[in-house]
């Protein structure tokens, strides 16, 4: 089946607004109206409206980085998938591993994010990967199935039509290390049999990306692989040119 590449940048805690704007409009004009590859941002949440005003009139897509399973309340700090929404965003990265490492994020809290996100009609990308010790340690399987399955518990199949997933091994996250293109594969092929168990034929729709060390010259092969359907990059894309070298590689994949 033809999945449409989908290249995503995550920011993560950099880029002020008007630098973030700088970079988006120098996307925008290179990716125009219309794009063979889906391009997405995600700033931080005080660079969202920005990078959307930077990104007008383009097919440059602009999401946030996290959101709180509730639609409002008294959660000091938090945005909930409505209000990432009404600010115009298309997109939510979840589970990240900065998150679940950092922030005390589980596999029932990343759930309960999903389903609202899912509540809003906004795609959701949700992280998934393990530690080098869990895949030195032969577990590499045991992780990747209990961080899917747990992130979609409770969620009927016909709810996630829109789901992306993003696999990213820890040790290759800003390591500058990669994972091999076999190596990469390997996971996103057994990650899409456990989709196949929980999806049926559905999950031949989900796109699956690669994530951790992603630069222009490995993102060619990377993209070339069965299961892999595009990247999160992080550092590389806070530079407008590294990121559109990514987006042309994507397409000679």
């Not at 290759?172 to 290390?177: E, K, M, P, Q, S």
């Given at each position: 089946m033809s999945r449409r590449i989908l290249i995503a940048g995550n920011w993560k805690m950099h880029l002020s607004p008007d630098d973030g704007a700088a970079v988006?409009?120098?996307?925008?004009?290179?990716?125009?109206?219309?794009?063979?590859?889906?391009?997405l941002v995600c700033p931080t949440f005080v660079g969202i409206?920005?990078?959307?005003?930077?990104?007008?009139?383009?097919?440059?897509?602009?999401?946030?980085?996290?959101?709180?399973?509730?639609?409002?309340?008294?959660?000091?700090?938090?945005?909930?998938?409505?209000?990432?929404q009404a600010a115009g965003c298309s997109h939510v990265i979840l589970g990240h591993s900065e998150?679940?490492?950092?922030?005390?994020?589980?596999?029932?809290?990343?759930?309960?994010?999903?389903?609202?996100?899912?509540?809003?009609?906004l795609v959701p990308v949700l992280c998934i990967g393990e530690t080098l010790e869990e895949r030195e340690s032969g577990q590499l399987e045991t992780v990747l199935r209990r961080q899917v399955t747990g992130a979609l518990a409770g969620i009927a199949p016909d709810q996630l039509s829109s789901l992306v997933v993003a696999y990213e091994p820890v040790?290759?996250?800003?390591?500058?290390?990669?994972?091999?293109?076999?190596?990469?594969?390997?996971?996103?092929?057994?990650?899409?049999?456990?989709?196949?168990?929980?999806?049926?034929s559905a999950a031949d729709a989900v796109r699956i990306l690669y994530g951790g060390s992603v630069k222009p010259n490995n993102a060619q092969e990377l993209?070339?692989?069965?299961?892999?359907?595009g990247a999160l990059v992080g550092g590389a894309s806070l530079k407008a040119e590294d990121f559109l070298a990514i987006i042309s590689a994507s397409k000679q994949g």
């Open positions: 988006v409009s120098q996307l925008a004009s290179t990716v125009g109206p219309a794009s063979d590859v889906e391009v409206s920005s990078a959307l005003q930077a990104a007008k009139g383009s097919a440059v897509q602009v999401g946030a980085q996290n959101c709180h399973w509730e639609p409002k309340g008294a959660f000091t700090g938090e945005l909930s998938a409505e209000l990432l998150r679940r490492q950092y922030f005390g994020e589980t596999e029932e809290t990343v759930c309960l994010r999903l389903q609202a996100v899912l509540r809003t009609g040790w290759a996250i800003g390591t500058g290390v990669v994972a091999s293109t076999e190596q990469a594969q390997e996971a996103h092929a057994f990650v899409r049999s456990v989709l196949r168990e929980i999806l049926g993209m070339s692989q069965a299961d892999i359907d």
